[in-house]
């Protein structure tokens, strides 16, 4: 059968054994699946709950009227509320509140001294009453009326308006204390209020600042964590960076490195024909190695 005579370009020799060795670093490298440790190194994680986020959260439930919040011992998450008072933080400042209001709330706050200074006044002005009356003879003989019609009339005006005079003063007096205990009933309930309203306002203050703290601590944790996994995958990756160099080096050699033909002799494929072993063997490293497209196959 004839021959033909075919040119073949091939690397130098060092630079095929270099892509050799580049090919059984990497093929053995590739070939090593990460461990379960450093699957574990290299994957996200999720900071936990720290103490003081946990604080904050059983601030906020307690705020509320619940009972002992329970954490995950891994994550620190909240998996559970007891059962608590039901009763929000400002609740008992409302209930408070609600005993001062009402048609009967002035009375817890009316004087236990009002009665005696009604009395020491009612006392004090029938005195001056009694005084004024003594003088209703003189003023009976100065008009010419003594013992007469006129002077009966007189008493009988007197007596009634001082009566009429005395109701209203006592009158005045209640009244006087009544308003007083109905103010007072009015600042304790808006006392009351106040403080249902403020009292939230302080325990959020404090609920805030804990929880600020909290997720401070928690970004810290966090960072810290995607440091480590930052640290175990560039520890995994290291090597196939050093291959990664290794072969770009190849490569660049390769590209300005002069090629010398050789010649061999090569039985052409006919129909029916079988590719000689070391045909095939060329073929499959020109695929394996890559080389292919390097050599410009």
Known sequence: MATEQISISKPAPY??????????????????????????????????????????????????GLGSLTFDPTTGAVTGAGQGTGIAGYQPFLNQAQQYSG??????????????VINTTLTEYDRQRQIQQQGLPFQAIQAGAFGGGREGVQR?????????????LQAQLLQQGYGQAQQAAGTAFS????????QPQLVGTGIQQ?????????AYQQAVLDAQRQSSQFAYQEPYQRLSVLGSGITGLLAGQPQAPYSQQVT??????????????????????????????
């Open 15 to 64: 630079l095929e054994a270099a892509g050799q060795t580049y090919l059984d670093l990497l093929t053995a490298k590739t070939g090593q699946a990460p461990t379960a440790a450093q699957m574990t190194a290299m994957s996200p994680t999720v900071a936990g709950q720290n103490v003081l986020t946990q604080q904050a959260q059983q601030q906020a439930a307690t705020q509320a």
């Open 103 to 116: 048609p009967g709330a002035y009375q817890q706050f009316m004087s236990p001294y009002q009665q005696d």
């Open 156 to 168: 009988a005006e007197f007596d009634a308006q001082s009566l009429q005079n005395r109701a209203a």
């Open 191 to 198: 006392q009351q209020q106040t403080l249902a309203a403020l």
């Open 210 to 218: 804990i929880g600020a703290a909290g997720t401070s601590n928690l």
């Open 268 to 297: 052409p494929l006919g129909s029916g024909q079988q590719a000689s072993p070391l045909s095939q063997a060329l073929q499959s490293a020109a695929t394996v190695y890559g080389l292919g497209s390097i050599f410009g196959k």
